[in-house]
């Protein structure tokens, strides 16, 4: 337990509720209660809520139980039997996370943010959640995407930093969310690194002055259009534990799941986004049967244009090592091509002959993908900046998914 002389506790939530941000959600309540002398032991998790109906295999089905005849509130469901029966059944959850369907009500006064959730949903929850959370709260993205618009891309960490006018670092790694809630050994890493203090503030006996002690820092955001908005972070007060490395280990290291924490957030957050793209071409060549060699070559070729994509369009902010040397790199592609959902589902689309979108919709049960869109929406980026084929592999499965190649034709694109 760490030890803290504040006298106010950080409020937990977590955005999201599939699959990862179930799974994320349960270490964070098992860690705010065995570190509640910094955290409020509650977490709250808001949930898009939906009716849902009790699988009859469900060790919580009971015929006489009214929970159990027809569809119910999602998050009725998961309050009752503390467990997720859509997005994470047959793993128990700690009973001090509490699911709620009303967002405003879930990030009320909670001074850290953790958002998971599938990236096509992120902006709109942001705009509903402008005015409604504490302006000096923190944030964590655990969302594996990239924003891409007119004016170029932008990781989400930045984006929800900007929209919520608040820091937000990213959270990234091998973590297959059922493994990782069966409680199996791996890594991940999360990417902090908040502006620097603003130096004229007092400083307590001539030292560096904490966040809690800077009146308001502001810092810019850059797009690779190299536009710059500004955002004014707003302190922490001063009664609070301070949020640095230290805190966000608290809250997210296991016995189960290791944490690294970093400085570089956007290698963290990009290489979440664009190994997506590289598990979808895995899926594609082991649907063919082509065997692990194959595999291989994509994933080599796929690294490069992920260090290539990092060094050509976040120059000033990324340090490529993060790629090769992290969890959330090389670590990540690794396990997303061997078993992810990116990877399952190209790789049956293949065997079934039929479009991928159908796949996910038959195999994932309302779960989503995130390399499909991610290679549209990278794509589109690409051809903006007429560099389309300089990286044949993102491209390659672009016009795969477009129907405007086929998958036999992966390796005369990537010989080109
Ligand atoms: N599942 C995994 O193994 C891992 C996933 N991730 C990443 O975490 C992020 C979240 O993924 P998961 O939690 O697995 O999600 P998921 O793939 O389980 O997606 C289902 C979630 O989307 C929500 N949803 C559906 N329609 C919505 C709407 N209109 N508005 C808001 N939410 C809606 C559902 O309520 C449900 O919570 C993604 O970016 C994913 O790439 C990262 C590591 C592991
Ligand atoms: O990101 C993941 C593992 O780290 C999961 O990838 P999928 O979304 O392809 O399952």
Known sequence: MLLSTNSKKHKVTVVGSGNWGTAISKIVAENTLQHSDIFQETVEMWVFEEKVEVPKDSKHYSASDPLCQGTQNLTE??????????????????????????????????SILIFNLPHQFIIRICDQLQGKILPYARGISCIKGVDVQESGVSLFSET?????????????????????????????????????????????????????????????????????????????????????HGLFKALFHRPYFHVRVVSDVAGVSLGGALKNIIAVAAGFVDGLGWGDNAKAAVMRVGLLEMVKFGTQFFANSIDTRTFTEESAGVADLITSCSGGRNFRCAKLSVQRKAPIEEIEKQELNGQKLQGTLTAIEVNKFLKNQGVENEYPLFTGVYRILQGEMKVEEIPKCLEC
Not at 92 to 101: E, F, G, M, R
Not at 207 to 218: E, K
């Open 77 to 110: 469901l998961i309050n009752k039997y503390n467990e997720n029966v859509k997005y994470l059944p047959g793993v128990p959850l700690p009973k001090n996370l509490h699911a709620n369907p009303s967002l405003e009500d879930a990030v009320r006064d909670s």
């Open 160 to 244: 929800i930093g900007k929209k919520l006018g608040i820091y937000c670092g990213a959270l990234s790694g091998a973590n297959i969310a059922n493994e990782v809630a069966k409680e199996l050994w791996c890594e991940t890493t999360i990417g902090y690194d908040p502006p620097p203090l603003d130096s004229k503030a007092p400083t307590p006996a001539g030292g560096t002055p904490s966040q809690s002690q800077v009146d308001i820092v502001s810092f810019e955001h850059k797009d690779t259009s190299g536009q710059y908005s500004k955002v004014k972070l707003r302190p922490l007060p001063i009664d609070y534990p301070p949020i640095d």
